[in-house]
T-cell receptor, first 110, second 114 residues
């Protein structure tokens, strides 16, 4: 069964303390892996798409990487405004469906 | 910018009422989706549509129906609302027929069924 698991469930960082969020997946065929940011009470906001192992994407303090089994979202020198829930999703071959992980709640303290 | 709008941010309904949630996207996307999001369960797909008048069941379609009469509009219908349908409902759209694409989400509708 196709599955996406995110860890940790929650993470508290001091401002400037870099860390990584993990998204591991077990799918029959990966078409794409997506990262989203979700603020409380709002819809998810698209961040990155990764298509193949070895690919990397960057945006400001965020960098997403992809291997054959997992993806990491690296946060460098985070600021309080980076506090949010980060969601990972995969799309598998031969389907329009996306499978979401349950997210990592990130809190960055000033 | 892609824009996905949902008809209501907050909605309170009574058990047994028929509920309509509307979603409109302005980017001519082929695909539209309805999810519900509950704490600890993540986003679960209710229905999706890959073309006008076309629909596919997602993982939790029971108690819901959908309608897509125009490309830009996708409606979710709760035929007879129940308390276990209290949730955050998210609409999303994406482009492409055979290619993959990121989804763009609306702001969500928080539905409470009393």
């Amino acid at each position: 069964e196709d599955q996406v698991t995110q860890s940790p469930e929650a993470l508290r960082l001091q401002e400037g303390e870099s860390s990584s969020l993990n998204c591991s997946y077990t799918v029959s065929g990966l078409r794409g892996l997506f990262w989203y940011r979700q603020d409380p009470g709002k819809g998810p906001e698209f961040l990155f798409t990764l298509y193949s192992a070895g690919e990397e994407k960057e945006k400001e303090r965020l960098k997403a990487t992809l291997t054959k089994k997992e993806s990491f979202l690296h946060i460098t020198a985070p600021k309080p405004e980076d506090s949010a829930t980060y969601l990972c999703a995969v799309q598998t071959s031969g389907t329009y469906k996306y499978i979401f992980g349950t997210g990592t709640r990130l809190k960055v303290l000033a | 910018d892609v824009k996905v709008t949902q008809s209501s941010r907050y909605l309170v309904k009574r058990t047994g009422e028929k509920v309509f949630l509307e979603c409109v996207q302005d980017m001519d996307h082929e695909n539209m989706f309805w999810y519900r999001q509950d704490p600890g369960l993540g986003l679960r797909l209710i229905y999706f549509s890959y073309d006008v008048k076309m629909k596919e069941k997602g993982d939790i379609p029971e108690g819901y129906s959908v309608s897509r009469e125009k490309k830009e509009r996708f409606s979710l219908i709760l035929e007879s609302a129940s308390t276990n349908q209290t949730s955050m409902y998210l609409c999303a759209s994406s482009s492409g027929v055979v290619t993959i694409g990121e989804q763009f989400f609306g702001p969500g509708t928080r539905l409470t069924v009393l």
